[in-house]
Antibody, heavy 121, light 107 residues
């Protein structure tokens, strides 16, 4: 069974940092690209970042470029999102999601349960 | 960047009705279009990819069509369990933009 489990969310002050982790199981992690998608309270879905299976291809949404960094550790079946210089508008549930094909840019076929990040003073 | 526009933003229909949701891309994206369903308080679920390919395990009530800039998601016979917000998403290239969502309710 494919599982994705996020952790690391919580309350952080504006300008602060937080690191999200997503540990996966049930598939060969090193063969798939991974993504982070967020959803602000009561709002729609916003793609945040993607990383290819071997970390050679990385892309970010303009709203987080220069502040967020996506990375992965294939030995630990994990993908990470380092979030710096956080703003109130970064408050959201952050989902990790698997790319549905061997290509890094793809639809998302499996999603985690999400981690809530609240940015507030 | 390519923008994704969904319509309507919400709809109310009766059980058994045929429901159609539209997604329009501001530039052509071939068939790199996916549809997701998000039920209240739940994680998004993939319904359709490649514009018309039904994800494994998804009810055959759902179907997708379109190519280029105009796409549709159709629910052939609306059921109570279909109450949700539906999102389209382009994945031809980054950014992987979602549409604004369509909220489907039962009349």
């Amino acid at each position: 069974e494919v599982q994705l489990v996020e952790s690391g969310g919580g309350l952080v002050k504006p300008g602060g940092s937080v690191r999200l982790s997503c540990v996966v199981s049930g598939f060969t992690f090193s063969s798939y690209g991974m993504n982070w998608v967020r959803q602000a309270p009561g709002m729609g879905l916003e793609w945040v970042a993607l990383i290819s299976s071997g970390s050679s291809y990385i892309k970010y949404a303009d709203s987080v470029k220069g502040r967020f960094t996506i990375s992965r550790d294939n030995a630990r079946n994990s993908v990470f999102l380092q979030m710096n210089s956080l703003r109130v508008e970064d408050t959201a549930v952050y989902y990790c999601a698997r790319a549905g094909t061997a290509l890094p840019v793809a639809f998302f076929d499996y999603w985690g349960q999400g981690a809530l990040v609240t940015v507030s003073s | 960047d390519i923008q994704m526009t969904q319509s309507p933003s919400s709809l109310s229909a009766s059980v058994g009705d045929r429901v159609t949701i539209t997604c329009r891309a501001s530039q052509g994206i071939s068939n790199y279009l996916a549809w997701y369903q998000q039920k209240p308080g739940k994680v998004p679920k993939l319904l359709v990819y490649a514009a018309s390919a039904l994800q494994s395990g998804v009810s055959s009530r759902f179907s997708g069509s379109g190519s280029g800039t105009d796409f549709t998601l159709t629910i052939s016979s609306l059921q109570p369990e279909d109450v949700a917000i539906y999102y389209c998403q382009k994945y031809d290239s980054a950014p992987l933009t979602f549409g604004g969502g369509t909220k489907v309710e039962i009349k």
